[in-house]
């Protein structure tokens, strides 16, 4: 008999030992996802506003692009849904630059590689959160050798600039760290 009355206390010891800690947890005010991404509870939809493009140069595929990454990227890292009006939190922005220049010069003067850019404005606005609001600009490159033809190469290099600045929009939005 001694056992089991020595039994209940313990009992007692590991469902405190579980309860406490589920409800310090239930409390939290941040859900987070595999991604990293730390988004308030309160946040259900985001919207993303089509991405104008204003670069001197004009790629006639690239807002579409840009525009349709960022809502990939939020609808593959969040559980948030997608809306066409104004959501909890929205993207709005602008290409701003589109360019490719010399970056090195070899010893007969020609260029022997060339810097390809693309220039994003992006402003996010967080209702729920507003300090988390910030308006922005993200500018990734890649090189390329000047032995090449600039069309050769820009669809490959566009999609990997375009996935780096979605990236950098997405982590400055969602990842607080």
Not at 39 to 44: D, E, G, L, N
Not at 51 to 70: E, K, W
Not at 124 to 146: C, G, I, K, M
């Amino acid at each position: 008999m001694n056992r089991k009355i020595k039994v209940i206390p313990d009992l007692k010891r590991l469902i405190l030992l579980i309860i406490v800690p589920l409800t310090i947890f239930y409390g939290c005010t941040f859900k987070y996802s595999f991604s990293g991404a730390s988004i308030s509870p309160q946040v259900k939809t985001f919207s993303v506003v089509y991405f104008q493009n204003r670069a001197p140069l004009v790629q006639p595929q690239l807002s579409q692009t840009i525009t349709d990454a960022m809502i990939d990227k939020c609808k593959a890292q969040t559980s948030l849904s997608y809306v066409t009006q104004t959501g909890d939190v929205s993207f709005t922005g602008e290409i701003t630059d589109y360019n490719t220049r010399p970056l090195t010069v070899a010893a007969d003067a020609q260029a022997a590689m060339n810097r390809f850019t693309i220039t994003v404005k992006v402003k996010f606005t967080n209702t729920v959160q507003p300090e988390l609001s910030y308006d922005q600009t993200f500018s990734r490159y890649e090189d390329y050798d000047s032995n090449l033809d600039l069309s050769s190469v820009e669809k490959e290099l566009s999609d990997k600039i375009v996935e780096m600045i979605v990236e950098d929009i997405f982590n400055q939005a969602f990842v607080n760290w």
